[in-house]
């Protein structure tokens, strides 16, 4: 029996190839965003990272987030930022308790249950939160961003996204992890983990204009170079 797939491409082909492409094409696109968005809304909703303070794992946590809590807001006041993109926000868990000079906060993420969480809990005129994917959407205008241990989780082609994404913006500079004592990158697949130095190829950022140490206690000092990094987004490689 002829099914109505073989009669379709048996007379309209041309129709019949342009149905195909745009089928397909909306399948990698909704593959591609569910995969993003699959991925880290189980890591948040199993609290896959396992740190008993904050869904957001052990670097989001007290201890580790001590130096940054207390060397943030200096930064802010010094390059006289007054909006900031935090991305991705996470559940907010250390953020709460830094006293910001920002007119406007924005915390963006990409799972949906955590920024309503947020709004509801810590939404006020200065802080907005956003559920944005910095894969695939467009960022908002601020003085500064920051994305502190997102880039480490995403593959080198996820990177570039992400960092095209925050150039498109116009901000002015990006506040980022790296890990300044590694002398390569290696590749990784989306969810995964590795310490990343921006300054290393494939990005080979310039010498960042600041640097945080953030004195990191995991993993036995494994990571004792962990570090927020402080660029202009116009001198980030294209």
Known sequence: MTTVKEITRAKLPIFYRAVKSLYYGFHRIFRGKMQHEIVFNKIYRTNAWGDPESVSGAGSNSVNTAVIKKELPALVRELNAQRMLDIPCGDFFWMKDVALSVERYIGADIVGGLVQRNIKQFGNDQRTFLRLDVLKEDLPQVDIILCRDLLPHFSFRQIAAALEHIKRSHSKYLLTSTYVARPANTDIQLGGFRPLNLQAEPFNFPVPL?????????????????????????????
């Open 210 to 238: 600041k640097i945080i140490n953030e004195h990191c206690v995991y993993g036995d000092g494994a990571y004792s170079d962990k570090s927020l990094a402080l660029w202009k987004i116009d001198d980030i490689p294209a």
